[in-house]
Each structure stands twice: as structure tokens, then as C-alpha cells.
């Protein structure tokens, strides 16, 4: 604790208070240099648009963009069923942003594990969502879930590989 | 070295650390949400690098991004946002905030560490060619 304050507070009291505060602040830490407090010099609007269109390029010709780790992996194995069931909650729900959402993150985590027919269906259902095709989501969330259980074995196999490794 | 990582989806966080293989004497704080970001600066944390998500709950990246640069004892952080983002407008405001990269979700190992680690060894942004030199 730095100060004591009673209540109802005068308004003087509590100006001299933060005085109090502020001068202990400013004598206790090193005075702020403009040079090395400065923001650091940022990407210009070009430069970004250039970087991000160079990473689309890239990502578009990457059949795999990480080599996932049985961490990894593991971690996808406990987040992706969590992510169906959003997507079904989110369709029982009539909710197409939850959906949107699901099925978003679900597409980005199925590329990293190497999961490409989960993901390919979780672009599908992004796609449904957005243009709010609610009638195609219900069979597209079930392909997707169908083509998870099919993979979660391989997937389970190469956890125990990695962890024996 | 310090690094700080915000986003709401661990195996996306995961996937960062694995494709930025980061030396072990590297101290990597890795929290759920803007708000939880701030805290931990705030509480004394000293980064040489930020990556954050641009969606997040609570306090998302741009609001985060934006705290940081009104703040001066924050406003010098080094920021990389990631998004799987790629429309002009999200660009723009980004790049209005001094940001010294972005990274395209999902990651590409490739593209990451040649982005990341030329701020982790000596503060340099690398900045690409311009589309119209």
C-alpha cells in the first residue's frame, strides 16, 4: 500500500493524494527517454498488403504448413471435438455466427494436424454459414464429424509414436 | 529473451511455438485474451516481442494493439498481429498502428520464423518488397 484515503473524501485530500502517488511513481522508476519509448517504426499499409499477399501465395502451395508435434496433435485430438459440438449447438441454435465461428477455427486447426478432410468440410460449413445456407450446415456438420472419427485413429497412433519416441 | 503470445485458440498457440522452435532460453508467456495481455504487461513485463491474435474475446487485438500504443510505458512494444484476416480495411488499421508484421493464419512454418526472427535477434522489422516500388 502507498497511501491511506478515509471516506467521504475531500476533494483537496484527494488531489494531494495523487501528488503523493505521482511523485513517488515518478522518483521511484527511471524518467521515460523519448528515444527508446518511442513507438517502434511500424509497416507501412504496402508493405502489409505485400507480406499478406506473398503468405497467401505461400500457403496455397503448402500441402503441410507445420510438421505437428505429438503435443500437437494431442491437443487437436481434445479441441476438435469440442469445436463439432459448437458447430451442432450453433446449428440447433440457428446461430450463424457460433457456426461461422466452430468452423473457422476448426479449418486452421485441422490444416496444423494434417486433418485436410476435416478441414475441407469446415470450409464448407464457413462457407454455408456465411452465405446462411442453414439448410446445407446439418449434413455438412455430420460429414465433418464422420470424417474426424474415421482420422482419430491415425491420429491417436501418431501421439503414442511421438510419445514412445 | 521474453515473448508474449495472446490468442483464444491454444493449438493455434501451440502451432506458433512449434514453427517459431524457439531457443530454450526463451521465456514464452502465453495468455487467452486482450485483457489477460494487458494484465500481465501491466503487472511488469517486458517482452522484446508481442504476437497477437487480431480476434479475441474480451479485449480483441485491435483494441489491444491500440491500449498498448496510447499507453507510455507500452507504446515502444515490438507487435506482430496475426489474423486469418486478409481484407485491405483490416490491413489499414493495422498498419496505422505501428505493427512490425503480420502473420497469415493458418501458420506456415516457413514464413514464420524468417519474419519473427530477425525482431528476436536484433529489434529489425524485415520488411517485404513493395508492390509498387
Known sequence: ?165 | MKLLIADDDKVSRTALREALALPADCDVYEVDDGQAALDILCDGLKPELCIFDVKMPRVDGVELLQRIRRDPHLKHLKIVMTSAARDRDTIITLAKLQISGYLLKPYDAAKVKPLIQPILANGETPRPASRNP
Open chain 1, 1 to 165: 500500500m502507498n497511501d491511506y484515503l478515509t471516506k467521504p473524501t475531500p476533494l483537496p485530500e484527494m488531489d494531494a493524494a495523487l501528488c503523493r502517488a505521482w511523485k513517488h511513481r515518478s522518483s521511484s522508476q527511471p524518467p521515460v527517454q523519448n528515444s527508446s519509448r518511442r513507438e517502434p517504426p511500424g509497416l507501412s499499409v504496402e508493405e502489409l498488403l505485400a507480406s499478406v499477399e506473398e503468405a497467401v501465395t505461400a500457403q496455397n502451395s503448402s500441402e503441410r504448413l507445420i510438421q505437428p508435434s505429438a503435443k500437437l496433435t494431442q491437443l487437436y485430438l481434445e479441441e476438435a471435438p469440442r469445436r463439432l459440438a459448437e458447430m451442432r449447438a450453433g446449428y440447433a441454435d440457428r446461430d450463424l455466427t457460433k457456426i461461422a465461428h466452430a468452423a473457422h477455427v476448426l479449418k486452421g486447426n485441422s490444416r496444423y494436424a494434417g486433418a485436410d478432410d476435416v478441414a475441407k468440410i469446415a470450409t464448407e460449413v464457413l462457407r454455408a454459414a456465411e452465405a446462411q445456407r442453414t439448410d446445407a450446415i446439418e449434413s455438412l456438420v455430420s460429414a465433418a464429424e464422420s470424417a474426424f472419427d474415421k482420422l482419430k485413429p491415425e491420429l491417436l497412433s501418431r501421439v503414442n509414436q511421438g510419445d514412445t519416441a
